[in-house]
């Protein structure tokens, strides 16, 4: 399969960019290239120049920046088909956070000045990546709310409804390598003992069973009010 190719198929999975013009999916195809990260790889490092935009394909990877006293903060986790790098790019400053592959991770890398240069000649792309965009902000104000205004059992319920997966007619939330309780702990802005005394909380009320590999949801309906709190 050749980039065009590939690079169609992958469009096809990203939300607002699957149905660009063909045009502009050459224009892309032309200038991507293919990378692999191998898990616990540095993508780019928060404060660099934002050369790139990347289009992230197979694996799961972090954004996140780093308190003066060395804590992560979660900016993002995201899963395939998403961009980013994006935000600094359109805003002209540095990547805003730091992005680590938390598996192989294979991702398209397109230069910033390419995606630039075809915004202003094609109106199609410039409302995909103005919806794009739009989605980043709710993401930040919705990460904001949550940070600001809900406790970590909260968050917990909420983030495991959105990522559990049916298997066999029971929600389950996979547990994959990399999400140790430190991980998770990260991803909802909090430290390792709070999470593990928040799961142990919502474990005794009936609501879910954490196992070795996986967290089954026995409850969603009073999970996903847990998550509305």
Known sequence: MNNLAQIKNTLQHLRHFGELPDQVQQALAATASRRHFNAGQVIYVEGEPAESIYILESGWVKATRMTSEGR????????????FGDIAVFTGTPYPGTVVALEDVEAWVIPAQKILDLIPRHPEFAMAVIRHLGGRVLHYINLVEDLSLRNVETRLASTLLQNAELHDGQLIVPRREWTTFDEMAIRLGTVRDVLSRALKTLEAEGLLRVEKQSITLLDPKRLEERGKV
Not at 72 to 82: C, D, G, K
């Open 72 to 83: 992560e903060q979660a900016m993002m986790f995201l899963r395939p088909v998403e961009v």
